[in-house]
């Protein structure tokens, strides 16, 4: 059957049949267009239908050559031209863009690291894609370390108010993390990832992934702590308004904290200081505002879970 968008002038934006041909839609709005005003937002789907640039940057591990790569008409990641740009190469990425502004390549806060032993692999050059799912295989980026060193994405810009929302899609590929105490660090809202003066910090880790999961805060009223295991897939949102901390798990409370605590502008995926992570990570959304209150959580997990089918 022929893939047709116009028809005698006429354009089929949307899933029809027209004289027994079917013609399906591709992308049209994301989670953003619908949960609007979000700091960042970082995946491997297009997020926001104003957003025309692309999805991440890959180095190949070769000739350390870069390629931006974008999405494919569906808002899908697009895998064959990582597969083009790396092949029998593995490949890693560079920068994470931020989907969040309106407009091109670089407009938000893109999540970078300019080390090339320290940067996330999305690209295996004998297997191909790296990916995870529990039902449905979505591109994912590996992080790997070892116990000196670990895989890192990190940016800055989201203020340093007290009230912040996020949503990520992760899994730990290994019962603990690299570096000191072995725990997974998988994202920390930081004043320095090095651990010099970490300021008013936000950390998610784990010491043993099947059955621990904390939300660490120098004011210690905030912390939360919970048995549930983070070795399989799963959506880990958080959220801290001006006087209590939130976390879930596939949408399942993992406990509450109370206290009065500004946040960092900057945050790391996978690293801090002397902890790495050992995991697959898929998507990462920021709000700076209260989306709990604003009963936006369980439509933008909705959103989520239907795209990886958690």
Partial sequence: ?????????????????????TVTEGFTSGLFDTYGSAAAGYSVRRLYSLYTGDCM???RASDSQVADIGFDS???????????????????????????????TGSGKVLEQGTAGQQPKIY???????????TTLRPAMQY????????????????????????????????????????????????????SGTGNFWQIYSTNSTNEIEANFPTNGLDISNTTATNVQHLLTGQKNSTT????????????????????????????????????????????????TAGNRTGIESDINTYFDI
């Fill in 57 to 59: 940057q890959v180095r």
């Fill in 245 to 292: 901390s939130y976390m879930w798990i596939d949408g399942v409370s993992q406990g509450t904290g109370s206290g009065t605590q500004a946040l960092e502008d900057e945050v790391s995926i996978g690293w801090f200081y002397v902890a790495f992570a050992r995991m697959k990570f898929q998507e990462f959304v920021v709000w700076n505002t209260d989306q709990e």
């Fill in 124 to 134: 295996d050059g004998t297997t191909g894609i790296i990916e995870d799912g529990t």
């Fill in 1 to 21: 059957m022929p893939d047709i968008s116009e028809l005698n002038g006429t354009a089929i934006n949307n899933v029809a049949e027209f004289d027994g041909l």
């Fill in 74 to 104: 569906n808002g899908d990641l697009l895998t064959a031209d990582i597969a083009t740009h790396c092949g029998a190469s593995d490949g890693f990425v560079a920068k994470w863009y931020d989907q969040a502004t309106a407009g091109g």
């Fill in 144 to 195: 790997f370390a070892t116990a000196s060193v670990g895989d890192q994405l990190r940016s800055t810009g989201f203020g340093t108010g007290d009230t912040r929302y996020f949503s990520y899609v992760a899994q730990a590929t290994d019962t603990t993390g690299g570096g000191s105490g072995n725990y997974q660090n998988y994202l920390i809202w930081t004043r320095n990832h090095s651990g």
